[in-house]
Structure formats: structure tokens, C-alpha cells
Nanobody, 116 residues
Framework: QVQLVESGGGLVQAGGSLRLSCAAS????????MGWYRQAPGTQRDLVAS???????SYADSVKGRFTISRDGAKNTVYLQMNNLKPEDTAVYYC??????????WGQGTQVTVSS
């Protein structure tokens, strides 16, 4: 099972930017899908963005045009660039790794707080 460590969260004003990082313990190209999820208090954990091992990306409608998922294979790291942040983006952000015939892996989460 792959280990994931997120970083980059923090407090930012509305309209600001943050970049989250998710460092994996093995090659991200061996992982079928890497995804960023978020969970606000009292809500379910929802998919924000994902990237497959061949580079196909997908985004939730609420973040399209503002967030960008990318990766650096040399660093085994997936990023989430978040621009024009809104208070409703406030949540704990989690990284997830999905690999065929293996249990899913989750990171510990990183808090993002956007003030109005």
C-alpha cells in the first residue's frame, strides 16, 4: 500500500491562492488514479480533481477553471493549484491513491481555510 503525505494547506483570504502537494512513497505512474478530495465539517468527502497514470484529468464543476491538478514524476508528487479561492472551498483536503488489486490509500489531510 502506498503512503501519502499532504502539505501546503493554510489560511488565505478570498481570491487568494494555495498549492497543495501530495508526496507518494512509490512511483505515481504505478498508481492508476491519484485524486484530491475535500471534506467540510458535517459533509461527505467529495472528489475535487483527479489525474490518471496516463495524465487524464477530471474536475468537480465547482472548481473548474480555478483549480489545476498536476504531477511531477521525478518527485512522485501530485499537486493541486488552487486559485481564486472562495470561503466555500474551506475544508480538509485529502489525497487518495487508487491502484488495481490494492486497497485505496489516503493521506492524513491538510486544512484549507478561506476567509471572506
Amino acid at each position: 500500500q502506498v503512503q501519502l503525505v499532504e502539505s501546503g494547506g493554510g489560511l488565505v483570504q478570498a481570491g487568494g491562492s494555495l498549492r497543495l502537494s501530495c508526496a507518494a512513497s512509490r512511483s505515481i505512474f504505478s498508481i492508476n488514479v491519484m485524486g484530491w478530495y475535500r471534506q467540510a465539517p458535517g459533509t461527505q468527502r467529495d472528489l475535487v480533481a483527479s489525474i490518471t497514470n496516463i495524465g487524464t484529468t477530471s474536475y468537480a464543476d465547482s472548481v473548474k477553471g480555478r483549480f489545476t491538478i498536476s504531477r511531477d514524476g521525478a518527485k512522485n508528487t501530485v499537486y493541486l493549484q488552487m486559485n481564486n479561492l472562495k470561503p466555500e472551498d474551506t475544508a480538509v483536503y485529502y489525497c487518495r491513491a487508487q491502484k488495481t488489486r490494492s486497497p485505496d490509500s489516503w493521506g492524513q489531510g491538510t486544512q484549507v481555510t478561506v476567509s471572506s
